[in-house]
């Protein structure tokens, strides 16, 4: 029998092993042969009844246990029982037997599924059975209160959902997720006393339950929630008994304490989540907390700057932010801790955020401050005891006032700069130069008011000493305002430069705690400051734009001071003598105009020449001017002036004689032979006339009129008398 159950039975080799001997020893025949095969056949038929015994016999089992599947089994029989008739018939009907005994094993193979499936259905009846008995508990356990019991029903109906099928499962997970809602609102207060007693052993429980009912975010919430609440309420104490500048302070020493007491707290319950950083959920509460104080940080400083100095109070509170913001990211960096970035520079953003509004007023605390200046020097002014001598004392007083401000203003301006720095690393500088353009605008405006007054005084000629001393006075302070702008601004510009470069270097700073840009600037004033920097303008730029302007107003008030007497020489004493005399002499009017002319630098020099003399500050803003002495530069404008009024005087003659216009030419020799001496010439219209003057008589002589422009050439031509 063993030969049947191998793997390789070949029915004719086993014939052949089997014949084979009495083949070979016997003659072969027809008797002998049939003697063998039927004595084969009582065996094989032996075995074949033994094994339907055994197949009957398993059947039988099988149907016992089984009945939907007798028939089939009958039927199997039925194919056995003519297996057995067909095999003695011959080898080909052994391999139907063959054939038939595995279509046998394959209905064996459906019969053992059929029970597996049954043993499923078994079970799911029993996991469904289960479910309704802990669903029934748990109502009982929530009802009485009993949160350990709830849970553990919890943990029981989860694992026989998991046994249940999907068309099963849908409306029990709701069942289930009510249930866990349940057990979370009946843990809750439970949850809140185990974080106020520090009890660590309940904590961990619960936030082990928590993440086991898949509340884990609630957990941290509760968490949060709970040490937000001892926070809030630590800060209103502190306030209500201490200066903002000492709260503050305390507030951010409690925030350190209390890391300190957490981080191995949140350690020890987390330790089983490794996703789940302390740092974080700690960062996340201070940031909540931080936004969420009653009263706030910003209304609490606004209302302390109504009792103390704004920049005292600004720059301590922006410091002690500060101290608290690298103490943090110390302590994140020796406990080998990484925060998320995102959660960090939220964390920054709270803090920094009260100062976001104090830019405007940072910008006008700085004018302010040089605008009372001002205002007071002008009060003192006014206060003055006023002289009797007319209006020129007065602007005496102003000019002098105004220049004794200056250098006190540019020390408070220094002296403020160096406190620049220490609001939001120099973040303000921008808002600063603001605030002194504005309030510098207002000390132009002032000199301004002195300009106007200086213009008006021009019409007296009795004080027409005074007025030079006067506007040489005014065009010298404005020549040392521009002069110390100038180098302020370079050195304000300069200092500003080195910040924002490093502003704008940490555009790409990948490290959240150094994001300058995300937490100390909002878009708004982020852009302003790109584009101060683009545009490459200097911090005082409008300040230094505005004080060029006055000091070219002064400077053609010089021009016009200094002009003036001879403007009026010319137009109320010029007149027409007729000279005979072959070597005339010249006219009374052109000599005082030389005389004044010789005499003006001895008078400027007093009042210009002076080793501190800024005056030249005034004339030399432009290429042309720069290098020559103001002096010079009076004298040049001034000698174009008298020559171009001159020239229109005389061209006003409706008529000369010829003695008129030999008289004409010498005083033109003679102002020109002054001018030389000063180092000065004549405008070529004026050469020109005197060429004219001289030639009276012989005016249509092109060797005359050769290069004198022909509309002076015609102007002399109708002052000459018919003939």
Request: aromatic share 8%; with cysteine.
């Amino acid at each position: 029998m063993d030969d049947f159950y191998s793997k390789e039975f070949n029915v004719n080799t086993w014939l052949n092993k089997k014949l084979g001997s009495v083949v070979e020893t016997e003659l072969l025949d027809s008797n002998s042969l049939r003697t063998k095969i039927d004595s084969l056949s009582v065996e094989l038929h032996q075995d074949i009844v033994k094994t339907n015994d055994e197949i009957e016999s398993i059947v039988q089992q099988i149907i016992g246990q089984l009945p939907k599947v007798q028939r089939d089994i009958e039927v199997t029989n039925h194919e056995i029982l003519k297996l057995q008739e067909d095999i003695s018939s011959g080898l080909a009907d052994a391999e139907n037997v063959q054939s038939k005994t595995t279509a046998s094993m394959s209905t064996l193979e459906k019969l053992d599924n059929v029970k597996t499936k049954l043993v499923t259905t078994s079970v799911a009846l029993q996991e469904a059975d289960k479910w309704t008995t802990l669903a029934k508990q748990i109502e009982q356990f929530l009802d009485s209160g009993d949160v350990h019991k709830s849970y553990e029903c919890i943990l029981g109906m989860e694992k026989t959902l998991l046994a249940l099928n999907k068309t099963q499962t849908e409306e029990r997970r709701l069942i289930l997720e009510e249930m866990k809602n349940r057990l979370e609102a009946l843990a809750t207060k439970h949850l809140i006393l185990a974080f106020d007693t520090n009890n660590t052993e309940n904590s961990h429980y619960f936030f082990t339950m928590f993440t086991n009912i898949e509340r884990t975010k609630q957990f941290i919430k509760y968490f949060q929630d709970s040490e937000k609440n001892k926070l809030g309420q630590e800060w209103r104490k502190v306030v209500e008994i201490m200066s903002f500048k000492e709260a503050s302070t305390k507030f951010y020493d409690m925030l350190i304490d209390h890391w300190h007491a957490k981080v191995q707290w949140c350690k020890m319950i987390f330790m089983d989540e490794v996703e789940l950083n302390a740092s974080n959920v700690l960062i996340d509460l201070y940031t909540d907390t931080i936004r969420s104080l009653e009263p706030s940080l910003q209304f609490c400083f606004d209302a302390e700057t109504k009792k103390v100095s704004f920049i005292d109070l600004l720059i301590q509170f922006n410091q002690a932010t500060h101290r608290f913001t690298e103490n943090m990211r110390q302590l994140t960096e020796l406990q080998n801790m990484e925060p998320d970035a995102a959660k960090v520079n939220a964390f920054m953003k709270a803090l920094f955020e009260p100062f976001l509004p104090q830019y405007s007023k940072y910008s006008k605390f700085h004018e302010n401050s040089i605008t009372s200046k001002i205002q007071a020097a002008k009060a003192a002014v006014i206060a003055a005891v006023t002289t009797g001598d007319g209006a020129a004392p007065g602007l005496q007083d102003k000019i002098e006032t105004s220049k004794q401000l200056l250098p006190e203003i540019i020390l408070h301006i220094k002296e403020s700069e160096e406190r620049v720095i220490l609001f939001n690393h120099g973040f303000g500088y921008l808002h600063f130069g603001q605030g002194l353009n504005t309030s510098l605008e207002v000390y132009v405006l002032w000199n301004q008011e002195i300009f106007r007054q200086l213009e008006k005084s021009i019409s007296n000629p009795e004080s027409h000493r005074n007025l030079i001393e006067n506007t040489l006075a005014f065009a010298e302070t404005c020549g040392e305002i521009l002069f110390q702008l100038i180098k302020l601004d370079q050195l304000l510009s300069t200092n500003c430069g080195k910040v924002f470069g490093k502003m704008t270097s940490s555009l790409d700073n990948t490290i959240p705690w150094n994001d300058l840009w995300g937490f100390y600037l909002n878009p708004i004033i982020r852009s302003q400051i790109l584009q101060f920097v683009q545009k490459k303008e200097t911090l005082l730029g409008k300040a230094v734009n505005h004080v060029k302007k006055i000091c070219c107003d002064a400077k053609q008030l010089v021009s016009r001071v200094t002009v003036e007497p001879v403007e009026n020489q010319l137009m109320k004493n010029f007149s027409l003598q007729d000279s005979s005399l072959k070597d005339a002499i010249p006219s009374e009017y052109i000599t005082q105009i030389g005389e004044y002319l010789v005499l003006l630098p001895q008078n400027l020099e007093p009042f210009i020449a002076s080793e501190n003399s800024s005056i030249a500050y005034v004339f030399d803003q432009s290429t042309e001017d720069s290098g020559r002495s103001p002096v010079d530069l009076i004298l040049s404008n001034l000698s174009t002036s008298i020559s171009d009024t001159y020239t229109q005087r005389i061209l006003k003659c409706t008529h000369l004689t010829k003695g008129q216009a030999r008289q004409l030419a010498q005083d033109i020799d003679y102002l020109a032979s002054v001018y030389e001496d000063l180092g000065l010439r004549i405008t070529n219209d004026l050469v020109g006339l005197a060429k004219l003057m001289k030639n009276f008589e012989n005016l249509n002589d092109p060797a005359v009129i050769e290069r004198i422009p022909q509309r002076l050439v015609l102007a002399v031509k109708k002052m000459k008398p018919v003939v």
